[in-house]
């Protein structure tokens, strides 16, 4: 099993930025995707960012490209999201996972094993 947890949630103004952590221990060997998914309220869960442990390679959803930066700290056992020009929209609880899902299923939560509490991410208009 794998344990993560998130941290550096907030309020924040639109146009501004956040840095979203995830710590993650455990089992990390046998996960070899990390991926960051969002919730607001009333909303279903949606993706927002992967990576792969081992290339680095990232995936992001269309709604983030070019604003959101996912990335690892492999020495660390960390995983980032750097969240630029945030809009309210972006308003929802951020969660780490951590699964092996195919490129095709890298965006679908069910394929993660393993996630985290969630931190909220407020953007006031």
């Known amino acids: 099993q794998v344990h993560l947890v998130e941290s550096g949630g907030g309020l924040v103004q639109a146009g501004g930025s956040l840095r979203l952590s995830c710590a993650v221990s455990?089992?990390?060997?046998?996960?070899?995707?990390m991926g960051w998914f969002r919730q607001a309220p009333g909303k279903e869960r949606e993706f927002v960012a992967a990576i792969i442990w081992t290339s680095g390679r990232t995936y992001y959803a269309d709604s983030v490209k070019g604003r959101f930066t996912i990335s690892r700290d492999n020495a660390k056992n960390m995983v980032y999201l750097q969240m630029n020009s945030l809009k309210p929209e972006d308003t929802a609880v951020y969660s780490c996972?951590?699964?092996?899902?195919?490129?095709?299923?890298?965006?679908?939560?069910?394929?993660?094993?393993?996630w985290g509490q969630g931190t909220q991410v407020t953007v006031s208009s």
């Open positions: 455990g089992r990390t060997f046998s996960r070899y995707a």
């Open positions: 996972a951590a699964g092996n899902p195919i490129i095709a299923t890298m965006m679908r939560g069910r394929e993660y094993v393993d």
